[in-house]
């Protein structure tokens, strides 16, 4: 049974909350729970229901400390430009709609680690079982496959494996005896090699005591425990029974943990503050606080490894709304191109000079037989040559590849996207429908439909209508030939507009009313009522510029105020709103000032009509579907596809941007459909290697009776070695595991991501599901080594006075991995960094505090080619503020090694250099006047960030307890 939330979120002074439910169903029992993250509140449980199934509300989880790093970073990214200095609250209010999306697709990733089969009992993706090792080398493969995600561009995918990272570098600090052991600050082996390591305990060495208390205080050993540094040694709990925990080692400990209970008995987890679920609850803080620290680090090291702007895009931080035009270029489509590139090129010069990142524009052509390619840049004036490149030309019988073009669009648009298909032909591609649905469900993404072609006429008075050729006609066409153009914006929320060639540019201009900047869908819905129907919508104080979409055919129509002031918008005008009456479609536009409250519109219609409501507003909502899941770690599992009818599910409300004083409540939820039994669940998402063959698991649920299935599966880069459809048969409530089998290209980009979709059918019934899975392409053997720093000499003659002495410090910096180096750059310091390509004759003359500036330009004379200029191709010094040096670009070979010095007054005692190979990895090396490096500047750094909550995200719960419609 699949549902369709709408809901307006409102604020209000007052703090009642009063709930409308309405729904084609009656026997559906709802209950409701209304949780604040903006409330003070501190596991390593996977998100906020955790805590209210553990009765822990004091816990941190992987979501709340995912939410709070990057909001601590993407705000501390703002600030560091001199155009975004303004207020910290206000700031993260002002983030948008499109980030807490990209946040929750992080979270949604890292959570997930605890509740899919393939991974929740896996010690590997959780530091369990002493497996240390080998998790170090899975975090270090996600941080190449992060790095190559975003350098492709491929941000979703992108999210994914920073999701996954984060939730195991998270559990090392709760899982293993790190905080035990007294550590202070984060362990920066896991994902840098070159820095110190602490051996991991042999198998045979027993590392816990017995415990029989839910609370185990002092249970480690001794050597677990001890702060000296030679003697140390890493251990993890033992989870469960796979792998078997040997004799005297400790367990991860807790209820649902079956190990606990074997010598030596309780356990070591600091996932909560409860006892009955962490032995070790009375350090959870310390590791949770831990825990985030090292979610900063890779958030900042992501940050300036591929620049804030990248890093900014990646969260979709201010981003405005996506123009994505899927676009038929058949001859007859002249006065639809037209159409396009006017309401382009309009939205691009009203967007000229507004705040926020830039948009991102979509282009997919298409006709018979060939769809595509897709042009997709950040750059208007490229898309703006793209619109006018475009031509329609030649002919063709209907139908066109159209579903495969939307398709495209889909794969490569971001979520939460409005996609418009200019198009007057019907799908050749209709075996498509369900991955195109699959994917605008998946990215919660509307498409709307503008038609030039009316299926209530012929061909023959259309052309007559139309003054102009139409396509050929291989055969006659069907009334029903745009039916699943309908559904499928039916489903998605868009609309699908029939209009003629003469109103196509005035019908269009609902391309820029959807598309603009904080629009919000107040309402929508759709009737087929021939008598008099009535719809309400609500506005609150927050929303503004209210527009009214109707497509069909009105025969009347009265608006209502909230005030119970009436005006029949058909026959006269009024104070209430102003009409504009296209072919095929109505726009209304409320007068200023608009009224707040309920607003009545009373229709009488001729065919199926479709209501959509929009205004301005930055306050909106966000949903998701969940389960509870108690295996391995209690919480809410986010359904794959739609839910399933007689499966308890929770819809998950956020609703985003309130300001800190604003306290929401909410108007009503509908739920519409019931037609689906059966769910599908991709059980491991593998990574896709140039040359080699990949299989990907999934399992079929069915939580209805016995009967046979169809499992179709799609791809957009036609890697799938057999598409289907396969068909078998599922018991009543059983299951049946299944694998697709892909084969990638020799010739395959690393870094590109391919979409998979799986579509499931009932063969007795109309019933259907779906999951989508985004597979990466990485190189076979990844260089996760990165560059190192060493010191040759550290001099200092720093007194009292700092404003009369210098310090000075030489690096050897090289890179460990086979990739070369690629870059440096001198991130903080006030001083100068001299590079030279090979060492001084003497080491006193490399390590000399303070170089005679005469012999310092003739050195860089010699090495730079004559030139010495900060902004010249090739240069020899660096100082904080410019942008990274090229090594490629100053070095013979990137591949040697080079000689570097700082110098700096002793007023500047700190500096730090990143360094990055061809690879990406980076290198933070810092730089201290004293005689050792000082690793723990980056803990200090963050200190200050816990205590930022989130404020402007708050989080509705609705408990839906529905039984199957047998």
Known sequence: MAYSPHLRSMTSPGRGRIWEVSGKQTHWFILAYLLFLALPCMGFLPNFWSRVLTLSWDSHTHQYITERAIVNVTLETLRSTKKHQGNHAEEQTKLGRGFWRAVGEVVKYNVDMDFLSSTRSNPVYHFDSERVDSAMGMLRQIWAQTLLSVRAKEYQSARRSLGQLFHSLQDFYSHSNWVEMGQRFIYLHLLQPEEPAIPVAEEDTPTCMECFSTTCRNNLLPRMTTRQQDTQLLTTGYFSTSPTKPQGKCSHGGILDSSRHKGAKGGINKDSTSPLFSPHHYLHVEAANLATEATLSVLRDLRDTVGHKTFLRLFSVKQVPALVFVMDTTGSMFEEITAARFRAHSIIQSRAGSPGQPGTFLLVPFHDPEVGPVYETDDPNQFMQHMENLMALGGGDEPEMCLSAIQLALTHSPPLSEIFVFTDASPKDAHLFDVVKALALEKQSKVTFLLTEDPNYTSESKRKRSGRKRRRRSEPLSPDRFSLYSSLSSLSGGLTIFTTNSDIRRVSTIVEDITAADKVTLFHVESDQELMSSHSFRVDSSVKNVTLHVTGILTECILTSPSEQSQSLLSEEGPLA??????????????????????????????????????????????????VNNETHPGLARVEGSPVAGVPAFLVLT??????????????????GADRENLQQVLSVPRLVPGHSTMVDFDILNHGPARLFSLSADDDCGYLHKKGPHRFHVAEQGSFRGQVDLLTPAAAQSGATVTLTLTVHALDSPDSNYAVAYLTVVPPDPDTSPPSCSAARVQSTCPSICNESSWSVSLVVSDRGRSGLAALQLQKGEGILTLFHSPPPTEDSLGEAQPDPDQQQAHRDTTTSGGHHHHHRHKARLEKGEPPLNVSEWAPSSSQPLWVRYTSSCCSARAELLVWDTAGNMKRCHLTSGQQRQLRDRSIETNGARQITLRGVFSLLLVLLWSSLL
């Open 578 to 627: 102003e009409l504009e009456r296209f072919e095929g479609l109505y726009r209304i536009s409320l007068l200023s000032p608009i009224q707040p409250g309920q607003w009545k519109l009373q229709a009488k219609n001729d065919g199926h009509l479709t209501f959509n409501v929009i205004g301005d507003s930055s306050i909106d909502f966000l949903y998701y579907f969940a389960t």
């Open 655 to 672: 609703v985003t941007d309130l300001a800190p004083d604003e306290e929401p409540s909410f108007s009503h939820v509908t739920l519409l």
